[in-house]
């Protein structure tokens, strides 16, 4: 146990001692650890802003977008697509939030400066969890909103721009225009910085019959999303589209999956990447640290020789100067994982990243980027330190005390 | 049984042509536990090569060497280090001191390779023997602040901070002045005796060796007494021949 710990204190001393030379031969593992691992976390929290923002548009893995039309008329009738959707849900006992349904509408709303067509999406309250949809203030649709007259709505902040409100404080409403028209509350805001105007509404409310006739026109048929096991995706395929098809005798249903599936496989492309560049810069980091080790180790031949007098064995010389170089890589290591880490988490990284979107769930640093960048500056060390030491080992002790 | 006993100890350097050079030949000597041996010899006589085959740093090419009645050609190199380092002190004619360390840290440095309590206490122990040397006041200093006498002082400290039982010093006064010479032996040979371990000491200086309780002359390798007495004799041819 006195053994390591000598042999510890003796490479502390020989950094502490040589600081200006262990520093230098740091610059470059330090640089190198710290652009691992901040480019590891960045990587990450781009991954997240990627996964976020293709489960947005596509849903989470898997979701399974089903949609039907008539050759003949365009769009099914309402009520058969829904019954066959129903069907479809009993048979397969699918839960309902496994279960959405979108519709693409243009509603009119009337805002204080006039009335606006306003891209609207008609969805079930499982719409937004299968989406990731998170309101930065109040709240996502939920199913009681169904029994309201006053039908639901969660918009953009250009929507509430329109409306002249800056937050939901004054429990903002606003007319559906149209012949009959309805008075709709919005209960939630998102994030979205899309530009112009947008809202979700829920697919049904009590006060639906005259606030349908308030819309321009839907402008595709209602569909179905099926959020399912990832590894089942392409048997659900096949099963929705062959029992849809006999549900709805005539019509033509499409079955695929839409959520970003190939997103893995390029994130983690990406991350190889980077991780690639990380070890090169790491290797010609190494190789300095390799440098100034056995340009130094020369220089120390007579105190290597002094230590051998003191009774220091050959192992014990090769372990320290190894240890030596692995102290210093390894503090240098720690601290380049300090820095990425003060970075990482101080610089508004998510909102530059995610356009100024905040991220639903943003991930915090990676430990396996800190483990793994500490990890790499130790190796780092000793490899570099092998070839000095192994060259300490051999010097001859009479002619290194005379030298 | 003598503490180390050297019979027909020999040591011969191979030359760049190839050919053997023999430095030391049929040296023999013993060296008692407490006892100051001198050995004085012209430069190039083998001197310091008998001091490193004494200290364990060189092994002969002849002869046998016991420490402690025990063969020393046999050791591996790991017994060998470890012996070294638990047996023999040693003292340097340049001091040898390690660059940028303060004296106390210089002094502990051999206690770096003991082991338990040795260890654990060696700044302690370092600073004692600093004290020993009149050196405490100096502890934090580093070699590069402090004269030659005061670092011959440290290098004496750190020999004996781990209790030897031989100290081995090569030319210790050879660096220093006449009279710090004669201080720092003094003291190398009052502290050795103190903590009762044997001196062996190779110099040049008359009145170095004249400290001795037995002294030898080392020339082309072949070490013999010289009767008390001798000694001025034998500095005197020493530095004809040379």
């Known amino acids: ?73 365009g769009s099914v009738p309402r009520d058969e697509w829904d019954a066959g959707v129903q069907a479809l849900v009993s048979r397969y006992g699918l839960p309902e939030e496994a279960v959405a349904t979108l519709a693409y509408e243009n509603g009119l709303y009337r805002f204080p400066g006039g009335t606006q067509a306003v891209e609207t999406r008609r969805v079930s309250p499982s719409y937004g969890p299968l989406h990731r949809i998170q309101p930065v203030e109040g709240r996502w649709l939920r199913s009681g909103d169904r029994q309201s007259l ?104 499409q079955a695929n999956r839409q959520d970003p599936e190939n997103l893995e496989d390029t994130i983690a492309k990406l991350r190889l990447a980077v991780r690639a560049a990380g070890l090169v810069v790491l290797f010609l980091g190494g190789l300095g640290v390799l440098n100034i080790g056995l340009v130094t180790v020369r220089q120390r031949i007579r105190e290597i020789g002094v230590r051998r007098s003191f009774g220091a064995t050959s192992a014990r010389v090769f372990s320290a100067v190894v240890l030596e170089s692995v102290v210093a890589t390894a503090l240098a290591g720690l601290a380049a994982v300090a820095l990425s880490v003060a970075i990482v988490r101080n610089l508004p990284l998510e909102r530059w990243l995610a356009g100024g979107v905040p991220l639903v769930d943003a991930p915090g640093f990676p430990v396996s980027a800190a483990v793994e960048g500490l990890l790499a500056a130790t190796a780092v060390g000793a490899l570099a330190g092998l070839v000095p030491a192994l060259i300490a080992v051999r010097v001859k002790v009479i002619d290194a005390i005379r030298f | 049984m003598s503490l180390l006993e050297l019979t027909g100890i020999g040591r011969d350097v191979r030359l760049p042509d190839g050919s053997l050079l023999p430095v030391l030949a049929g ?36 002869g046998t060497y016991l420490l402690d009645g025990q063969p020393t050609d046999s050791l591996g190199g790991r017994r060998r280090s470890r012996l070294r380092g638990e047996t023999f002190g040693f003292v340097f004619q340049q001091f040898n001191l390690l660059p940028r360390r303060t004296a106390e840290e210089n002094v502990a440095a051999p206690l770096l390779y003991a082991r338990g309590r040795e260890f654990l206490t060696r700044n302690r122990a370092a600073r004692a023997m600093l004290d020993r040397v009149g050196l405490g006041p100096r502890a934090l200093s580093v070699p590069e602040k402090l004269s030659g006498g005061e670092q011959q002082r440290v290098a004496i400290a750190r020999a004996l901070v781990r209790g030897p039982r031989v100290v081995l010093a090569d030319e210790p006064t050879g660096a220093l002045d006449v009279e710090t010479g004669a201080a720092v032996m003094a003291l190398l040979a009052e502290v050795t005796a103190e903590n009762g371990a044997a001196l062996v000491t190779i110099t040049h200086d008359l009145s170095v060796a004249a400290l001795a309780g037995r002294r030898f002359r080392l020339d082309h390798g072949r070490l013999t007494p010289v009767a008390a007495g001798g000694a001025l004799a034998a500095a005197t041819s020493d530095r004809t021949d040379a």
């Open chain 1, 1 to 73: 146990m006195t053994g390591l710990l000598g042999t510890l204190s003796e490479a502390w001393g020989e950094v502490r001692v040589h600081k200006a030379r262990v520093l230098l031969s740091l610059v470059g593992v330090f640089l190198a650890v710290l652009a691992m691992t901040t480019v590891t976390a960045l990587g990450q929290m781009a991954a997240q802003v990627q996964q976020e923002q293709g489960e947005a548009s596509g849903g989470r893995t898997a979701t399974i977008g089903v949609s039907a039309y008539d050759p003949m008329t």
């Open chain 1, 150 to 253: 006053s039908p639901a709505l969660v918009v953009n902040r250009d929507f509430l721009g329109l409306l002249g409100a800056a937050d939901l404080s004054g429990h903002p409403t606003v007319v559906i225009g149209g012949p009959q028209p309805v008075l709709a509350t919005i209960v939630g805001v998102v994030a979205w910085n899309e530009g112009y105007p947008s809202a979700y509404r829920i697919d049904s409310s009590a006060g639906d019959a005259t606030a349908s006739a308030g819309g321009v026109g839907f402008w595709s048929p209602p569909s179905l999303e099926l959020w399912v096991p990832s590894d089942q995706a392409d048997a659900v395929v096949a099963a929705v589209q062959t029992d849809l098809a006999r549900l709805l005798p005539g019509a033509e249903v």
């Open chain 2, 27 to 62: 040296v023999d000597l013993s060296v008692e536990p407490g006892e100051h041996v001198s050995i004085v010899g012209r430069s190039g006589s083998g001197k310091s090569t008998l001091l490193n085959v004494l200290g364990l740093l060189d092994s002969p090419t002849a």
